[in-house]
């Protein structure tokens, strides 16, 4: 036996306390959700479509049937194409501590198989679901017995009152650029981001520009002291999220953020089923001109997002809230029992 081995005698005992403050938080979380009338679902894993965006990446099998017939099938990046179903279905507050699976991913922050806690609430809006990951990232806390989250020496209260910030604030403020003249013009963005001291290569689209600023120049300010909502994405980083009614240049969509790190991802829900059809085909003509390979629609998806009623969700990484809430140093640490290649050397 190795001995850095996670099943090792003195690294289960290294990780223990980690551990089981996930269950203590997870069992705080089911418990708020419950007396909020939520419903848990439990969505199956193995589905015909992973998820439509281009640089999201899933796990491939094959289904066998009895005659011996082939079809392929994937293991889910997210349960949000079975729960915007179940919307639609009539379900209006449901969550689930899902299973979830994403190729290419590894690291300290990472794991190719997670758990994602996901929850919708038929007829709310943005600032509704943003105010239930502020309760949740404080219940977290309290289940974990500390007053703040940590990650990295950095740390962040998540009982002191959240920021709100915009993507144009967050742009000006940590990279000097202003967003709302650049929400076109791809090389100008470029430019722009050279002039702010990124190096950001030739060819580059304005996708690449967006994710290289906010990852290198404002990611690592946000969520300090205080939690961080990132919100106001421009329409071409909506994902599945709706027009802000005020400006269709922006969408509604925000993510959070404690630390530096990203913790959850949450919309106003798209359901303009031909505007999805239209977004998932450029992701996926997109995935096929970077990385050769595209996924299937889920037209019965597509379908469903057409008869569900407005609603507002949010996908947030529970792994990683145990990780700051338990003073983890790696998400491997909050894990039950890491998948093999995520077993490297620690920080």
């Known amino acids: 036996m190795e001995a850095s081995a996670w099943w090792s005698p003195e690294q289960h005992a290294r990780r ?8 203590r938080i997870k069992s705080a979380l089911r418990s708020w959700f419950e007396a909020q009338d939520f419903l848990e679902t439990e969505c199956g894993a193995l589905v015909a479509s992973p998820g439509n965006e281009a640089h999201l990446h899933a796990f491939q099998t094959q289904y066998v049937t009895e005659g011996g017939q082939i079809r392929t099938l994937y293991l889910h990046t997210s349960p949000e194409f ?15 501590f899902a299973r979830a699976y994403r190729n290419r991913e590894e690291g300290v922050r990472h794991a190719p198989e997670f758990t994602m806690l996901e929850w919708y609430r038929a007829g709310a809006v943005l600032a509704d679901v943003m105010d ?16 703040q989250l940590v990650w990295k020496g950095k740390t962040c209260d998540p009982f002191a009152d959240p920021e709100w910030l915009t993507l144009a604030e967050a742009f ?14 791809a090389a100008a963005f470029r430019r ?8 950001v290569p030739e060819g580059a689209t304005w996708t690449d520009v967006f994710s290289a600023i906010l990852v290198t120049k404002i990611e690592p300010h946000l969520g300090m002291g205080r939690l961080t909502f990132l919100h106001r994405y421009p329409l071409s980083e909506a994902a599945l999220s709706r027009p802000a ?27 303009d089923a031909g505007e999805l059809m239209i977004r998932q ?19 019965d998806f597509i379908a469903a997002v057409a ?31 890491p998948p093999a290649l995520a077993e490297t050397p620690r920080p």
């Open 281 to 299: 085909q450029a992701e996926m003509d997109l995935k096929e001109a970077v990385y050769g390979e595209r996924y299937p629609l889920d037209r």
């Open 132 to 147: 239930d990951c502020a309760v949740i990232a404080r219940l977290a806390a309290e289940a974990a017995g500390t007053p």
């Open 16 to 23: 223990r306390r980690h551990l089981l403050a996930r269950g």
């Open 192 to 199: 722009a981001a050279l002039s702010a001291g990124l190096g």
């Open 245 to 271: 009614p005020d400006d269709p240049r922006f969408a509604e969509r925000f993510e959070l953020y404690a630390c530096g790190v990203e913790l959850a991802n949450g919309y106003r829900e798209l359901t």
């Open 172 to 185: 000006d403020r940590y990279a000097g650029i202003d967003l709302a003249l650049h929400l076109e013009d």
């Open 82 to 96: 079975a729960m915007k179903k179940l919307l639609a279905a009539g379900e209006t507050r449901i969550f689930d």
């Open 307 to 337: 008869a569900m009623p407005e609603a507002s969700g949010v996908a947030l990484g529970f792994d990683r809230l145990v990780m700051l809430a338990s003073g983890a140093g790696a998400i491997q640490d909050v894990l039950w029992t």
